[in-house]
């Protein structure tokens, strides 16, 4: 079925986390440590507790979490040392009790907000306060992936530049997503991504121009959207692919060819 493209207007959402702002337990100098109970290589004891680079004897496992939106999410804060009372989760979702045991789950049955920051935290006995925080990445695959060419309703001219158009919807975090434009199975280009913090899904349109020379008569062009979420992320990336647009070019009947009414397809 040929159809003529249609623009897709540009949505990008700039949504301001609002998840984000769950206050950092606040931090209380802490008295100086007895010399004893510091492990060697950590920083002097004037130093304050604040996470783990201060001698923050706090672990979480896993210490890096990548998890899909709408899962399940675990964490297990333990501290390691000796002479710290309580030990508790700060997040803007349901916390366990803080404990006086050596080691507290933190554990949500589906994850379905954004740009959560939890912190574990533990009460010194002489006082003082330290935390970590729990890097936290919710991640959402996008929802559709489309191509088309930008503003074309005819059909191509031989020589003529023209402007692929991938639409990305409903995807997060934004910044991982990486854009892929293929003609049949040959990798065209990968527009840059993008730097942005946002957390939200957005729906993002990347571009690509081309200039198909005649002997693309009929190529078929695609695009495909991964999300790059690292080692912490799914063993499987998400891979999303556009639907096809083929290309159909008017030639000169001089030359042989037959003019072609069709338009573009999209199959
Ligand atoms: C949490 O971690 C501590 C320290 O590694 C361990 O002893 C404890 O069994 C863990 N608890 C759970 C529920 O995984
Ligand atoms: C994806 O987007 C295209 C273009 O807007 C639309 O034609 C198609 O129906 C959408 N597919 C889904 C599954 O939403
Ligand atoms: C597409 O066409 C519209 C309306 O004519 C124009 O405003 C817009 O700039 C064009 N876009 C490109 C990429 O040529
Ligand atoms: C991303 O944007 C931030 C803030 O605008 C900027 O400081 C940083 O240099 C940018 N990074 C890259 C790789 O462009």
Redesign the pocket.
């Known amino acids: 079925m040929c159809a003529p493209g249609r623009p ?1 207007a540009l949505l990008l959402l700039y949504v301001i986390s609002s998840a984000s702002s769950s206050p950092v337990p606040t931090l209380t100098p802490a008295p100086p440590l007895p010399l004893q109970v510091l492990p060697p290589g950590t920083p002097p004891p004037s130093t304050p507790l604040s996470g783990s680079a201060a001698g923050c004897p706090l672990t979480v496992s896993p210490s890096t979490l990548v998890v899909r939106f709408g899962d399940p999410v675990t964490a297990n804060c333990s501290v390691s040392q000796m002479g710290f009372s309580l030990l508790g989760w700060k997040v803007s979702l349901p916390t366990p009790e803080p404990t006086m045991d050596r080691f507290l789950v933190w554990r949500v049955d589906r994850i379905t907000d954004w740009g959560i920051q939890p912190v574990c935290y533990a009460l010194a006995d002489t006082g003082g306060k330290c935390d970590i925080t729990l890097p936290l990445t919710v991640y959402k695959p996008p ?4 191509i088309s060419f930008v503003n074309l309703t005819g059909p191509m001219l031989e020589g003529r530049q023209y402007t692929l158009q991938c ?1 990305v ?1 409903h995807v997060a975090p934004v910044k991982d997503l990486r854009v892929t434009f293929y003609r049949g199975q040959t990798a065209l280009g990968q527009p840059q991504s993008i730097n942005s913090t946002v957390e939200t899904p957005v729906t993002q349109i990347f571009t690509l121009d081309i200039s198909p020379g005649r002997e693309e008569d009929g190529a078929e062009y695609w695009c495909e959207a991964k999300l790059e979420l690292g080692l912490d992320g799914p063993e499987l990336p998400s891979v999303v692919t556009s ?1 096809k647009v083929t290309t159909y070019f008017l030639f000169s009947p001089v030359n042989g060819y037959e003019l072609r009414k069709g338009l573009y397809c999209e199959r």
Do not use: L
């Open positions: 897709i929802q559709n992936v489309s639409t919807e639907q």
